[in-house]
């Protein structure tokens, strides 16, 4: 088998149609568009969402809130995850390079320290923010942190 030889499997293609051809081919006359009205003319393009003059659907659903373009996305970390990865890893500073590591967050996601769970021994965390409560338990801990 080359280039030379290759088809088309079995029934995977047709012919196009032709209209317009006269009334033997069964596709002459109104070349498969109808009598009258918008879509038999030519050039016609209907609006997206239009539904033959009935009320549309993105107008009658009822809209509410809005959503906030400036809002930043954090990936939730809580301090009982911070507290295994240290053992697991033996790590005295945590970087957000070793949550993604990890696996807990992708490499574009910015880290929140959240205050679920306890922390037992001294870290050095460096993410992109904490929560209040994980400020204060992660220095009440003996350790520090570090905003990027």
């Known amino acids: 088998m080359d280039l030379s030889n290759l088809k088309p499997a079995v029934g ?4 196009r149609r032709r209209v317009g051809r006269g ?11 109808g009598h009258k009205g918008a879509k038999q003319r030519s ?4 609006k997206i969402g239009f539904e033959g003059g009935q009320m549309p659907l ?3 659903v009822p809209k509410y809130g809005f959503k906030n373009f400036n809002r930043v996305e954090y990936k939730a970390i809580n301090l009982k995850t911070l507290e295994e990865l240290a053992k ?4 005295t500073k945590i970087t957000v390079d070793d949550i993604v590591a990890a696996g807990l967050a992708s490499k574009k996601a910015k ?3 959240l205050a679920d769970g306890e922390l037992t021994q001294k870290l050095e965390v460096v993410a992109h923010a904490f929560s209040k409560k994980a400020e204060e338990a992660i220095v009440a801990a003996g350790g520090s942190i570090q905003k990027l």
């Open 12 to 15: 995977s293609t047709s012919s």
């Open 43 to 46: 050039g016609y393009s209907r």
């Open 111 to 113: 880290v929140k320290i």
């Open 23 to 33: 009334p033997g081919s069964g596709m002459g006359g109104t070349s498969t568009r």
């Open 88 to 91: 697991v890893k033996n790590l």
């Open 58 to 60: 993105q107008r009658r």
